[in-house]
T-cell receptor, first 110, second 114 residues
């Protein structure tokens, strides 16, 4: 499974966009990029996923570079409740196994 | 619609003992994955069960074993507990036929080994 690299921490002002980067330079053709977040003392929560096209849902947008070696999760209008650890993972859906790194701790400040 | 349910929420065991953790998947899900999350780290994949069989396994010793029942619920067993087994154990469920929708995680079982 491809490994991912994320900055350990980021801050964002409330109401502004939060852009969380992720490097996955060893990703293979059949691996998807998934993003989850984990609020303290809870299990991870699915946010969004993509293969090679940009994706958007009610929670966030996912931008994947053309070479698929990196991606960015965008929270368009961050709120205090978005403070959490955000994990970028790559998943081979045929195998089902997924590997989490240590994630990015996003702190949204008033 | 109930999400993923894990029990117990917390427990304390003594080194060398055995422990069983339980997971009920989200309604309609047929695949269960188990993860170990040490303090300050991301979840580490232990194994995944589908159709009552272990389908994939991460880098965990044989002390870690599991089972899936016909109703899709699952158990994680850890034998000969070590202090380093202290962690949050997470269960995640999904549809095998539509795994692209991602996993639904439970809130975990906090295991402390003393």
């Amino acid at each position: 499974d491809a490994k991912t690299t994320q900055p350990p921490s980021m801050d964002c002002a409330e109401g502004r966009a939060a852009n969380l980067p992720c490097n996955h330079s060893t990703i293979s053709g059949n691996e998807y990029v998934y993003w989850y977040r984990q609020i303290h003392s809870q299990g991870p929560q699915y946010i969004i996923h993509g293969l090679k096209n940009n994706e958007t849902n009610e929670m966030a947008s996912l931008i994947i570079t053309e070479d698929r070696k990196s991606s960015t999760l965008i929270l368009p209008h961050a709120t205090l409740r978005d403070t959490a650890v955000y994990y970028c993972i790559v998943v081979n859906t045929n195998a089902g196994k997924s590997t989490f790194g240590d994630g990015t701790t996003l702190t949204v400040k008033p | 619609d109930a999400g993923v349910t894990q029990s117990p929420t917390h427990l304390i065991k003594t080194r060398g003992q055995q422990v069983t953790l339980r997971c009920s998947p989200k309604s309609g899900h047929d695949t269960v994955s188990w993860y170990q999350q040490a303090l300050g780290q991301g979840p580490q994949f232990i194994f995944q069960y589908y159709e009552e069989e272990e389908r994939q396994r991460g880098n965990f010793p044989d002390r870690f074993s599991g089972h899936q029942f016909p109703n899709y619920s699952s158990e994680l067993n850890v034998n000969a507990l070590l202090l380093g087994d202290s962690a949050l154990y997470l269960c995640a469920s999904s549809w095998n036929s539509d795994s692209l929708r991602g996993y639904t995680f439970g809130s975990g079982t906090r295991l402390t080994v003393v």
